[in-house]
């Protein structure tokens, strides 16, 4: 168990001090305002390599979020790494740059990667759960996700990798296929099961709402303890 002072020296070294950052919506989930439902079965063919899913996904117009984006933002970091790293859709900033987990809470992930001995430059390979920004930073409509989540999947099975942590509750609730809110999916080791192969699956809350919650940050760390303790980074 990490005592409070080993855990205030830990987020010390994280960098995650009192920064703020406003989202447009509260991240705990009301039950029903996350239908889960997307189903896993209904995927790509098992063949498709990470290259050829993400020219697929460069081009995709299957929902209206690519009406409204730059670019789609597929991954970033290392294919096939060990550790794959979940979120929710671009933000501005991903949508500018075409990369995943940028700005603030791209450098605060980095920096709770980093407290584990994981990043995006060694060990780690990062995608969203909607490939495209929605307009006004809203949340992925269901709909939306249902869409776009056959090509996360698929980016799984293409990666392989070893343990998924799992940011925010869109990540939790699709890849989990539960309604269940962040706070009560925490604390245990899940399985995401892809071709009869069961993946370990930590969850944890989204580092935006980390930003914004700071007082969250301490159960995010034990979070990322019970990553570390799987031994697969
Ligand atoms: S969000 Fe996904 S499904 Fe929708 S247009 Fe973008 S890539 Fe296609």
Redesign the pocket.
Known sequence: MTSTRNKADLFNAMGIGPVWELRSQDEPSKPDAMASGVGLDEMLPASLSLESLQEM?AV???????ET?KQ?VFADGIPHAPLMVVGE?PGVDEDATGRPFVGKSGQLLDRMLKAVGASRTNNTYIANV???HPPGNRN?EQA?IE??SP?LVQQIKASGPKVLLLVGRFAIQTLLNTKKPVGELRGVVHQVTLDGRDIPAVVTYHPAYLLRRPEEKSKAWDDLLLLKQQGLI
Not at 60 to 66: A, E, Q, S
């Open positions: 996904v995709c117009k299957k929902c209206g979020l690519c984006r789609t859709g909607v490939k495209c992925p939306e869409q776009c090509y």
